[in-house]
């Protein structure tokens, strides 16, 4: 008898959770919270509990397979690999490496994702590598980049809950990232106030001192609103905007025309409230901002970002503990697919492609013959319709699944479908891996080695505890495999820790960061520049990383796409607790599953009424885009006149509806508004 | 005490007809159950209070039913296995307790009923214990206490955890799950009665460790209603789950026609 307790990182969320995972003769059996974790507690959400049963699924891919007419036949490692590596050869020789685009995965390993970009950057030579961040926090990136020097989490998980005052705006906390939920409701036990802004009644709203429920795209319009009271009430902290902070005074032109008043007519929220939550933040000693999707998946995403960014710095609220602008990451690495490089404008650790000495500093260490190219690559969004448009001729996606997961699924299905060769790793046959020329198997993350890095820049460890199912291989083997075939001689790794070594050597932000330290200590927190350095716990103390905070003006756009005669409803999408995005692992577990078999359409029992709708009824919701048929919950959860549709659904997609508009500076798409129209369907 | 249990545990381990030691072992900094089946894996063997062996002797058990465990255990994991065997989970005979006892600041940690197990051999025994017995909740009126557990219950977030991590729960089909009874997939779960069921559930089963208030990540004071009902089927049933192993559970009836 063989009983092992591996510890290990979950696979869902940005949280980072680690638990053990109980092998018995060599088969995953259970999962066991680990009191020592610092970011659960030895707590876990419905996914944690469950994270272990879809690797067990009988869907799982166990060989590679390759097209055949309609269908895929079974195939070898040799076979697949030398029809990938003729293909790649002989599609760069005609059209050129700048034909290609390779996704990289917020799912897999911080390892994986150094090796797809370093395989693009210096295999194909191309900066046309990105990944699922361009769709949930390119906004985030950008804007507090801009606004701070980086564009992470500022402070940590466990700081939350010592909070005096915390805005969650756009986040949907106790369901998408259900652990620092615990911390939220800590903070509020404690007597910290909290405030709540979003259009839906979500869960947290029953504990919140304040919710303002927004009309959905105008967040610019309230966080300018806000500020405009505090500044009207003498309420800001001006020494920190006179010692840290730059562009003020721009900054205080613009939002002087945003009066609670005016701030009522575009967003709704009745001004006397707005003023409460207003004075109760600034008041507070420490106030911390949580923010998700609900913020950035707009075509004013990094305008929301950067106003997000504002309210922090007017009330000195940045650079200490249980402060600061807390973006929450939706995938379980996709925080580490950024670090790593997976982004068409910059190399591990954000060193952008544009920099002369960064290129030279890459093409050394890489041992290239062939210079990078110095512009940045395309995004997710941009590939797919070059491809469409025939400019793009060949994919490699790793672990994405765009046709769910991408605006305007239709469109996604002819841009794969144009391409003349299309490669899709994954570990199931995916709704994207149906499309591809040739699917390889990828092994699960109980199945290998590597690091995760959580929300708040936490890097931690991901141990195989079991072999891998079939003839499966982790990615790191399958894309040194590849490249290696393709006549790289820099893809010799023993391990993945030989790979961390690597990417320390290249990338400070994670020099210091080694096996031999995560085991010892658990976790280091991004900076960590050498093998000395403790980690950071919240950034930007005593100075922001690029010198002063900037402020911006930001005015208020409405979204894209506003209701009117023909689509008089506002759709907004989204996760719910007990899935995760494209469904591709939580809808292969029993337990999740079975608490919600598919999809549906929450719309308030006032327009439900007038539509002759009840709960339950199929409806058919159609966009300029497409038309689903999904039955309805009838609920108040959401407002009048704006409609809920989560997105894991392939039966009823949401993203047949959604709309590609992207915001001009992430070219992030606006997921969270469009205009839609409803009828029963009898 | 780490080398007392080492000494103890080496001995045990070296008796003819057993297989392994379930216990707990440092590792990576941090602690997690382990199966001892050399004396040389012993030096990593530690004192914690933290896991609920008895869960992983019946996951062990289930496995392969012949093998013949001793097991370290507190004083609650000593009453789960009781409750297991009660209930011919496990089978009694194949195992082995080496009882630790737990200090005062676990005890307290835990507001344990019983922190130590009667087959002491490990430690001494908490002399004149007594734990919190929720007098602030007490003092509220009926109302009061319906509103208190509506604020309490609304933030459930349905991971299931209280269950997943009790160690008398062992059903293969669970009546949480039950649509019959609670809509599924809707937040927060039905109240009460996803968490009466539960409640119910494991009234004659509960051996008060803690861990599903532990396991909770809403907070939620689980221990206030698991006390209260051991002390309700105390004084009406005069039982109490893990005392003994010829003690029945009174809610359970056990006709023919079952």
């Known amino acids: ?24 003769n060599g088969q995953a059996k259970r999962v066991m919270p680990c009191k020592e974790d610092p ?46 590596t003729s293909k790649f050869k002989e599609l760069k020789d ?150 840290r902070t730059e562009n003020y005074d721009e900054f205080l032109e613009e939002v002087m025309h945003y009066t609670p008043e005016h701030v009522e007519e575009i967003t709704g929220i009745p001004r006397n409230d707005l003023i409460d939550a207003a004075r109760m933040f600034a008041n ?112 490699y996606i790793m672990g ?65 505890a079991i072999e891998p199912i079939g003839s499966s291989k982790p990615d790191w083997v399958i894309i040194s495999e590849l490249a290696r075939l393709m006549g790289s001689d820099q893809f010799d790794y023993e391990s993945p820790a030989a790979i961390q070594d690597e990417i320390a050597s290249l990338t400070p932000l994670y020099g210091g960061i080694s096996y031999q330290r995560l085991d010892e200590r658990g976790y280091l927190q991004w900076p960590c520049p050498t093998p000395d350095h403790e980690g950071t716990i919240y950034l930007h103390k005593g100075e922001f990383k690029r010198g002063r905070g900037h402020f911006f003006a930001v005015s208020y756009r409405p979204p894209a796409e506003l209701p009117d005669d023909k689509y008089p409803f506002t759709l907004t999408t989204g996760r719910i607790l007990f899935h995760f995005h494209t469904g591709t692992m939580s809808r292969r577990s029993g337990p999740l599953n079975k608490e919600v078999p598919t999809g549906y359409v929450e719309i308030h029992p006032a327009d439900a009424a007038k539509l002759g709708i009840i709960d339950g009824q199929a409806v058919r919701v159609s966009t300029r885009r497409g038309t ?55 | 005490m780490n080398d007392e249990l080492r000494t103890v545990a080496a001995e045990i381990l070296a008796r003819d007809g057993i297989d392994g030691i379930v216990g707990l072992k440092e590792m990576h900094g941090t602690v997690r159950p382990c199966l001892f089946t050399d004396a040389e894996q012993l030096s990593c ?76 051999m490990v430690g001494t025994a908490l002399e004149n214990w007594t734990r919190d017995t929720y007098a602030t909740y007490r003092q509220m009126s009926g109302e009061e206490k319906l509103a208190f557990w509506k604020e309490q219950l609304e933030k459930c977030n349905k991971c299931y955890g209280c269950r997943n991590a009790c160690p008398v729960c062992f059903c293969k089909e669970c009546e949480l799950e039950n649509s019959l009874w609670v809509k599924r997939g809707r937040l927060p779960p039905d109240f009460p009665i996803y968490h009466l069921i539960r409640a119910f559930h494991v009234a004659g089963k509960c051996i008060d460790c803690g861990e599903c208030e532990q396991a909770c990540p809403a907070g939620i004071p689980l221990m206030t209603l698991s006390h209260l009902l051991r002390e309700d089927m105390e004084e009406l049933f005069d039982y109490m789950a893990g005392r003994s192993l010829d003690e029945q559970n009174p809610v359970i009836t056990k006709e023919e026609y079952e």
């Open chain 1, 1 to 24: 008898m063989k009983y092992e307790a591996v510890l290990t990182t979950c696979p869902y969320c940005g949280c980072g959770c680690k638990y053990y995972v109980e092998v018995v």
């Open chain 1, 39 to 84: 970011v659960s507690e030895g707590k876990l959400c419905i996914k944690g509990w469950n994270a272990i049963d879809f690797v067990n699924s009988p869907d799982r891919l166990t060989s590679p397979l390759i097209r055949d007419g309609d269908t895929f036949r079974e195939a070898t490692w040799e076979e697949a690999y030398s029809l990938i």
């Open chain 1, 94 to 243: 005609t059209f050129g490496p700048s034909a290609f685009g390779l996704l990289s995965s917020a799912k897999t390993t911080n390892e994986e994702n150094y090796l797809m970009q370093k395989f693009a950057r210096s295999v194909i030579v191309t900066n046309n590598v990105d990944h699922c961040a361009r769709l949930c926090h390119a906004s985030t990136v950008a804007g507090l980049a801009a606004a701070f020097g980086s564009g992470a989490m500022t402070n940590s998980i466990p700081e939350v809950e010592d909070a005096d005052c915390i805005l969650i705006t756009g986040s949907n906390t106790t369901e998408q990232h259900p652990l620092i939920g615990t911390r939220i409701y800590r903070a509020k036990e404690r007597g910290a106030r909290i405030i709540l802004v979003d259009p839906r009644s979500i869960q947290l709203a029953s504990i919140a001192d304040i919710h303002l429920r927004q009309r959905p795209g105008t967040d610019v319009a309230w966080l300018n609103g806000i500020m405009n009271v505090i500044i009207n009430e003498g309420l800001a902290d001006e020494m920190f905007i006179e010692q």
């Open chain 1, 284 to 395: 507070a000693e420490s106030a911390s901002i949580i923010y998700s999707m609900g913020i950035t998946q707009h075509t004013t995403g990094v305008d929301n970002v950067k106003s997000c960014a504002n309210l922090a710095m007017l009330t000195g609220n940045m650079g200490k503990a249980s402060t600061g602008v807390n973006p929450l990451r939706g995938q379980n690495n996709v925080q580490g697919a950024c670090d790593l490089g997976a982004l068409p404008n910059v190399f591990p650790g954000y060193q952008a492609v544009t920099d002369p000495a960064s290129r030279e500093k890459f093409e050394k260490a890489w041992n290239m013959h062939e210079s990078i190219p110095e512009t940045p690559g395309l995004t997710v969004v941009e590939l797919l319709n070059e491809a469409a448009d025939g400019r793009i001729k060949c994919m």
């Open chain 1, 400 to 464: 994405e699944n765009p046709m769910i997961s991408d605006p305007d699924i239709s469109h996604v299905r002819e841009a794969l479908d144009a391409l003349d060769f299309l490669v899709v790793q994954d570990i199931f046959l995916t709704e994207t891996a149906e499309l591809a020329d040739v699917v390889l198997p990828g092994a699960s993350f109980l199945e290998k080695d590597g690091t995760f890095t959580g929300t708040d820049r936490r890097v931690q460890r991901v141990r195989k």
């Open chain 1, 628 to 682: 689903i048929d999904i039955p309805a919950y009838v609920t108040d959860r959401v407002p009048e006149e704006t409609v809920f549709i989560p997105f894991h659904f392939k039966e009823c997609a949401a993203n047949l509806l959604t709309n590609p508009a992207l915001d001009p500076i992430a070219k992030i798409p606006e997921l969270k508004v469009c205009a839609c129209s409803i009828e029963a369907i009898v």
């Open chain 2, 45 to 120: 063997m530690v004192v914690d209070s933290r896991y609920p062996v008895a869960s992983v002797v019946r996951l062990l058990l289930e496995e392969d039913p012949d093998l013949r465990l001793a097991v370290v255990c507190r004083g609650c994991e000593e009453r789960s296995l009781i409750e297991l065997a009660k209930n011919h989970q496990i089978d009694i005979e194949s195992v082995t307790v080496i009882g630790i006892a737990c200090d005062s600041d676990t005890a307290k940690e835990c507001n344990c009923s019983k922190p130590y197990p009667d087959s002491l």
